[in-house]
């Protein structure tokens, strides 16, 4: 076995797989750059190839002995027009265009649009956006076989190009037969997290939640101006959330979306959830070995924010400089958290603790770790709550987990600061503290004559117990005992 230091940088790194990182060579490539998490996109590739891909990823987890996470990104609900007779049709500004339920090819002036949804929620004046935004339409007049509209903004449109509705909540479900057949997989396989896309509103998680049985974590994707404007309701739910900035973007001006990212990241750790802020961060290294100067000021900024995790998607899927992208945002990351501003910067956002004993002693961990010039804060946990806690005051110093449960640590890859090991519980206080010293010194958190604070609850064992908080200098011996 392969024992890597822990990261030193304490925002987390997801990459996207896809035709460019599919095999097992590159796979590792990608994560001894930075990669501390592996994004499975359900909306390309078939379940034979995402399997190979997971294998690959579990694989690697033995030969390092680091668990790793894997998320599995589902598609959500696609809306689309219809197809045109000549593959495509040039909607000029100003011009009457029809969208219908008439499946016959279309012209300049109509095309099908198979969502009966969108004819039940539109009112006249609200737009439709085609071609992620490329194209807009303006609601004159519904009825129940056809929409009338006029071209605000027009262009080339060609078959079933997409279609956003950002001006109203469209009652579509939240999980396609695709979406539940890939949830179904995902589940099969031992996924980490699950990320519900197109999520409008709290109502939308209740399925997902019930199809994962227990198994995995949920993620929210907020790419919809609805869900923003609930979006403390469906965090109460949900177990993360992503700043999906694509559609986003597609459906806001964009000038909006710098705004919301803070608020969205703000929010989510005020209330304690791992956020990842996604979409376009590296986007010229699609086909670039560097990236833009803005780009850079891009991921600095989510990093800065206290963002738990930051996504590469194109970038690390299809691109022709996938480690090096991983690297960079690795450098990119590294360098703000070397700042001497960065801390105070982080706790620009006050995370109020709540009345209870775990919430008081993760948020005494940091000020202690202040005090005593501690090296790092030594969790013992079961379901990963008190880690989150922690994690959410952005302390001083890295985070390690000690948890028996394999897919608690796989979870806890996508938050702040953390470096979780599966080990055996502990017994008693002796052994907590021993093995504390023991596997801060062995997984190179602390030197000899450090002292790092320790988070655990008696009995020990018990999910949500958390008690006790000790400070434990390392005297240098402690390498001698066994996990």
């Not at 997971?54 to 990104?73: H, S």
């Not at 700042?339 to 006050?350: I, K, M, N």
């Not at 806890?412 to 907590?432: I, S």
């Amino acid at each position: 076995m392969i024992r890597l230091p822990p990261r030193s940088r304490k925002v987390r790194i997801l990459a996207t797989l896809g035709p460019a990182s599919d095999t097992p060579e590159m796979i590792r490539a990608l994560f001894v750059a930075g990669a501390d998490a592996f994004r499975i996109n359900m909306s390309h590739g078939g379940h034979e190839d995402h399997a190979a891909r997971i294998a690959t990823i579990r694989a690697m987890e033995k030969e390092f002995g680091r668990p790793t996470t894997i998320l599995g990104d589902l598609q959500g609900p696609k809306l689309r027009v219809g197809i045109f007779a000549r593959g495509l049709a040039v909607l000029k500004t100003g011009a009457r265009f029809i969208l219908d339920r008439d499946e016959k090819p279309g012209d300049a002036k109509r095309v099908n649009l198979p969502h009966p949804e969108i004819y039940a929620a539109l009112v006249p004046e609200t737009r439709l956006l085609l071609d992620d935004g490329k194209l807009v339409l303006r609601v004159k007049k519904v009825l129940d076989d056809r929409i009338e509209t006029v071209v605000e903004v027009g262009g080339a449109l060609s078959n079933r190009k997409g279609v956003n509705v950002p001006d109203v909540v469209v009652p579509v479900p939240a999980l396609t037969d695709k979406d539940r057949r890939d949830l179904a997989f995902a589940i099969e396989q031992g996924l980490d997290w699950i990320a519900l896309s197109f999520v409008q509103r709290p109502e939308d998680l209740a399925e997902a939640r019930r199809l994962m049985g227990g198994h995995g974590a949920l993620m929210a994707k907020i790419e919809k101006p609805s869900a923003v404007q609930r979006l403390e309701e469906i965090l109460e739910l949900a177990d993360g959330v992503m700043v999906a900035r694509g559609d986003l973007g597609v459906e806001l001006p964009p000038q909006a979306v710098p705004p919301l990212q803070k608020q969205i990241v703000a929010t989510a750790r005020r209330m304690g959830r791992p956020v990842v802020v996604a979409t376009q961060m590296l986007e010229s290294m699609i086909k670039a070995p560097m990236p833009t100067r803005a780009e850079v000021s891009d991921v600095a900024t989510a990093v800065y924010d206290g963002a738990d995790a930051i996504m590469l998607s194109a970038e690390t899927a299809a691109g022709d400089w996938p480690v090096e992208a991983v690297a960079m945002m690795d450098s990119i990351a590294h360098s703000v958290e070397r700042d001497p501003g960065y801390f105070a910067r982080l706790h620009f956002t006050e995370t109020q603790p709540d009345a209870t004993t775990a919430d008081a002693l993760a948020e005494g961990a940091g000020g202690i770790v202040s005090v005593v010039g501690a090296s790092a804060i030594t969790c013992y946990t079961t379901s990963g709550s008190t880690v989150r806690r922690v994690a959410r005051e952005r302390p001083l110093v890295s985070i390690l987990a000690l948890t028996p449960r394999l897919d608690t640590a796989r979870k806890l890859g996508l938050t702040w600061g953390v470096h979780a090991v599966r080990t055996k519980d502990v017994a008693n206080f002796e052994e907590m503290v021993g093995k504390a010293r023991r596997m801060a010194l062995r997984h190179g958190m602390v030197d000899k004559g450090g002292k790092i604070v320790v988070l655990a609850g008696v009995p020990f064992g018990t999910p949500g117990s958390t008690n006790v908080l000790h400070v434990a200098a390392i005297r240098g011996d402690e390498l001698k005992g066994r996990e």
